[in-house]
């Protein structure tokens, strides 16, 4: 049994005692909650494109108008500079660490979003202690309300430093591929989130196969279990093929939708963007900063308890 399971079932009323314990705390809001689309990105296994599709899907949406945030979240490997030819001069880390403000660690993308790039090998968020974590999440949502879209390319697995950001976002995007590695992972992932109460507007994107039937057919297998399994039903967002231009634009540090603007990987983020921008903006969940600042601070009450049950 993992420890998921664990808490799911054994820490049950210990846990509901902290929630409320939590909860009689009274977070004071601090932002008034509004319209941006709250999206993050993540995956079971790493390498999978995720970073890849943040940041092609931040370009297409800015195509077609948006005011689009991007936030590096894989605070272990973080490298959306990397792929976007971004120099920070300042990083979230400086944020967190009182170096600088927010609007000095932002990034502007000349057509494209607004970047906040994080340090490589810095520690993830949970491993902050709660005050600085509070501040910095407060400071991030309050700075990311200004934005039609907010993206967050998250680290890959099931590791509190990846799924915290997956569990507050309203809606979330598991990139797979036709892997049965990458498959079992992103169910592992999609479990824990659902065995958190967390497993809502889940969408999926099977990255490099040869074509879109295929990966239909990744989709099919991942939603048939999860059906099966859960009793979840996940919704297809997009397949993107398998090609070489990928990693010729990363070498080159571009995105695809603009190294090679008219092929298939950059048409189906094009259609991709369109979709979120128009079909589900009714169902969209505005962020609620209370419950956001809340469930960081239910996190790391479990974090530290499991830490001390080890
Ligand atoms: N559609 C694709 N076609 C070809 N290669 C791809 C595609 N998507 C991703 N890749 C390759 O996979 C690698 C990992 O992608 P990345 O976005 O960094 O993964 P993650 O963020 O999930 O770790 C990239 O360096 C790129 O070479
Ligand atoms: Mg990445």
Request: proline share 3%.
């Amino acid at each position: 049994m993992n420890r998921f399971e664990q808490n799911s079932t054994g820490d049950m009323q210990d846990q509901a005692a902290g929630l409320r314990a939590l909860a009689n705390r009274g977070v004071t809001r601090t932002v008034t909650a509004g319209t941006t689309r709250c999206i993050a990105i993540g995956s079971g296994k790493g390498g999978v494109g995720k970073t890849v599709v943040s940041v092609g899907l931040s370009l297409a949406l800015c195509e077609r108008g948006y005011k689009v945030l991007l936030f590096d979240g894989d605070m272990g490997l973080a490298n959306v500079d990397l792929q976007m030819g971004l120099v920070p001069e300042f990083t979230v880390q400086d944020v967190i660490f009182g170096h600088c403000p927010l609007e000095k660690a932002r990034l502007s993308v000349e057509g494209g979003p607004d970047v906040l790039v994080s340090a490589s090998g810095s520690p993830e968020l949970v491993d902050l202690s709660p005050a600085r974590r509070r501040l910095f999440i407060e400071d991030l949502f309050r700075f990311a309300s200004n934005y039609d879209f907010f993206l967050i390319d998250t680290g890959a697995g099931i590791g509190r430093g990846s799924t915290d950001f997956l569990a507050a976002c309203p809606e979330v995007l598991v990139v797979l591929t036709n892997e049965p590695t990458s498959l079992m992972d992103a169910y592992a992932l999609i479990k824990t989130l659902h065995l958190r109460g967390e497993a809502h507007g889940l969408g999926v994107i099977v990255n490099m196969v040869d074509t879109l039937e295929e990966g239909d057919r990744v989709f099919g297998r991942l939603n048939d279990i999860a059906r099966q399994f859960l009793g979840l039903t996940l919704s297809l967002e997009g397949v993107l093929v398998y090609d070489r231009r990928v990693s010729d634009a990363i070498r080159r540090q571009q995105s695809i939708v603009r190294y090679a603007g008219d092929g298939a990987v950059a048409h189906c983020l094009r259609d991709l963007a369109g979709r979120l921008g128009n079909r589900r903006r009714q169902q969209a969940r505005p962020p609620d900063l209370d419950q956001w600042i809340k469930q960081w601070e239910v996190s790391a009450f479990l974090s530290t308890k499991g830490a001390s049950e080890s």
